[in-house]
């Protein structure tokens, strides 16, 4: 069978990359050598750096006024002083994209912060991601960037890991936290994983204004596998409409 026709696809996103997982053949490629802004994509490189650490995911961690979000001074609904362990810090932080959970687990690394940012680029490097750089652990900064060819690099590597595999699939969670007693609900930033004809096999959503909107998955749709990195698109629903639009593709 004959390869789709590339002029044949029009996405929203700026920047957009998709290969079949198992050939390593590029099926579709848009400015995906183009270094832009990568919002939330972030975490997927923080949850890679605390797992590289192997510190204790049981540990305890204390929210305090440190991760508040003094850039884009975002909204949370994680009060100040909550303790909650490692583990479900780092769940929401892929599930749900809460930044004050990344902030968390940057700040609670061994040196700190800086150490943590020092970390990040480090693992960029081992990984090859030359176009790629970081200056905070959630994204929240537009001096975090990349390229749709860097992340799908990215992408490859936070599959090996199968702790971010599980919190990027969960479609939402009841999270318990311990002082103060409270409960919040959660969902998925993702609609997708909610979608079993998309079968998403990992996934992080991203948006800030110099961003745009970003989607980073791998997901077997149908019969092929794919890794998909939609970067720079405007409209909420746009990346999910490009992802869509994909697949219609594929199928073509």
Known sequence: MAAPNPAKLQLRSSSALVLDVNSGKTLYQKNAAS???????????????????????????????????????????????????????????????????????????????????????????????????????????????????????????????????????DGDEEMRFRTPDYSLHFNNTNPLVKNPDWNVRLSKTGFTNEAGRCLLMRAKPDRQELAIVLLNSFGKRTPIGDANRIRKWLKS
Request: aromatic fraction near 4%; avoid cysteine; hydrophobic fraction near 40%.
């Open 35 to 169: 270094r832009r802004p990568i919002a939330s994509l972030t975490k997927l490189m923080t949850a890679l750096v605390v797992l590289d650490a192997r510190q204790d995911l049981d540990q305890i961690l204390t929210v305090d006024g440190h991760d508040r979000d003094t850039i884009k001074h975002t909204y949370s609904r994680i009060r100040m002083g909550t303790r909650i362990s490692r583990r479900d810090a780092l769940h929401l932080a892929l599930m749900s994209s809460e930044n004050r959970m990344a902030s968390a687990l940057a700040r609670h690394y061994p040196g700190g912060r800086a150490a943590f940012i020092r970390a990040m680029n480090h693992k960029a490097r081992q990984l090859g991601m030359r176009n790629s750089r970081f200056h905070d652990a959630t994204g929240l900064s537009s001096s975090n960037v990349s390229t749709a060819q860097d992340l799908a690099r990215l992408l490859s590597a936070a599959y090996r890991q199968p702790l971010i595999r599980q919190f990027t699939q």
